[in-house]
């Protein structure tokens, strides 16, 4: 587990080991098992640490680099329609480049805005497009 320069600011061994195992894996159980964490201390420390929550964020961002190379390998392989879940979690992670259905509007002033929405065809590949 790598930490560096983006973790600088955050002094304590244990929430490092957290951040850097999450970014790795960018899942919290198992980082905070790898870590000797609770859940809810990385909840807490996110709440009640500015720099730890800043460095939480660069973890997220680092973990979708990896789910999306694995992603990008596995597609490459031609296996993308077993990996939903993969691509559950980069939309989580990365919803502007993933979650095709997530999209904000927002009238003059910041108000609402009377919407009508018409699905048309993507021209981003079907995940269920290969029996995944």
């Not at 790898?34 to 009640?48: I, M, P």
């Not at 108000?111 to 018409?118: H, L, M, N, Y």
């Amino acid at each position: 587990m790598k930490t560096g320069s983006w973790t600088a600011g955050v002094k304590q061994p244990k929430r490092r080991a957290f951040l850097a195992a999450f970014a790795e894996c960018g899942q919290v159980k198992k980082a905070a098992e790898v870590a000797g964490v609770s859940r809810e201390q990385h909840y807490d420390w996110k709440a009640q640490d500015a720099a730890y929550a800043a460095a939480f964020a660069i973890a997220q961002q680092r973990a979708g680099d990896v789910l999306e190379d694995l992603v990008v390998e596995r597609a490459q392989a031609g296996g993308l329609g077993a990996n939903r879940l993969l691509l559950a979690m980069l939309a989580a992670l990365r919803p502007e480049r993933f979650n095709r259905r997530r999209t904000e509007i927002v009238g003059s002033g910041g108000g609402a805005v009377a919407v009508e929405i018409r699905f048309v065809k993507s021209d981003l590949p079907d995940p269920d497009a290969n029996g995944g």
